[in-house]
């Protein structure tokens, strides 16, 4: 019976964030077999759409998809050096099979919106055990400027949902270590890296900033244990529950790279073969431009200014584009975390400050999920905005290097590091949540004085 009302009120709330969905793309619902939310011609969304009408072309007439006569005839192109992951591949297949190229791309983003907002909620409900706040928090990350705009330039494959999902899976897993977990987990994380490996390789870059996180909580009481035999004890068991949380990651990865095991055995054979010189390896994706790194990198005001199609604000915001305090433009620069969001989350790090600071009046603050959740976020939004940041801030008598160098020495087929973005706006997210909460808290707390 419970098990009904949790569905239930999950649909419910399925239905209300699917009814923002057409009210942020109208009039898209009217234009389902005709238009799509995009410019089109200025954006990639073309070059998708003309890829799904390939696909469905291909399979309808029983054609070989990687051979594309109709590009560069009459030689045409082998489409088998692009890094595609099957699963993906043949979910996309079936649904431009079944409901036409135009056609699955509009349903794809009115449901993957409206599931960005749900899981955001139980994500941030999960936390603040508060239904108004956590609506709220929904709301705020999947209709954000960052969502929109890259739904416009990119089509749905960069909506947050799988991102999330997987967030908040890896939450659970951390705290309860169970099988159901651990598949929701592996789940996610599959669903997000073969629709997207960007944001396959950002939750990744996020789980080892949960494992640092965690490895740092409380380091001083930490070094205090174990000056006493009980406190040795107790740092042994949690050493134990955090070696099987680490097994249950393990897990989870092993699972997701056993399943594309065939599709990243090629993208690996491409990328490291000797076969394939390095232009080669440029022409197919595989390596970026150094360059690319600083074009299509965060700045500060990525994140403060408005977007720049706002109705107020947007023309401000242009003027900014290429400074160095913005960055280059809007396709990847549109960051804009909210203002209400960024006050609502300071009323969060000031409640958290004060509870830390008054353990008289909080004897078990310390100890508590509120205390660690509020702390990992505000970690979580800080190490997502400097990994965001270009490789180098170039100070003329030294530079400044950010995470990103690093990072394209390993992983050289990434560019865009200004997409760790949605990890500071979802984290930012949870955190206006906290505020809300602590805030309807205390307007309530007023209410029934008076």
Known sequence: MQRYKNLKSFGALFLIYLGFSILFTYPLIFKMNSGVYSAFYNTDVRGTIWSLWWLRYSAIHHIDYNNCYFLAAPFGVNFSFLPILDISFLISKIMVVLTGFILSVNISTLIVFALT?????????????????????GFIFAFCPYHLNKVMEFTYVFLGAGVVLYIWALIKLKETSSFKMMFLAAFAYIFT???????????FIFTLGLFIFCLCYQFKNKLHDLSNASGRKKLFKNALVS?????????????????????????????????YNLAEKVSMGYVRSFEYLFAQSARPLSYLLPASTHPIFGEFTKKMFGSVFYGRGSIEQTLFLGWVPLFLSYLAFRRWRFKRAHSELFPDYQSSRENFFIGFFIFSACFAFICSMPPYFDLLFFKIFFPSYYIYKVLPMFRAYARFGILVILSVSVLAGFGLKFLLERVKNNACKR
């Open 193 to 203: 890296l073969t629709f997207n490996p960007y944001y396959g390789f950002l939750s």
């Open 117 to 137: 907002g749900c899981f955001s909620y139980l994500l941030c409900y999960d936390l603040t055990k508060n239904r108004e706040a956590s609506f709220i928090c």
């Open 243 to 275: 070696l099987s949380f680490i097994r249950n990651v393990a897990i989870l990865f092993f699972i997701t790279i056993l399943i594309n095991a065939p599709s990243l055995w090629n993208i690996a054979k491409r990328l490291f073969s000797s076969h």
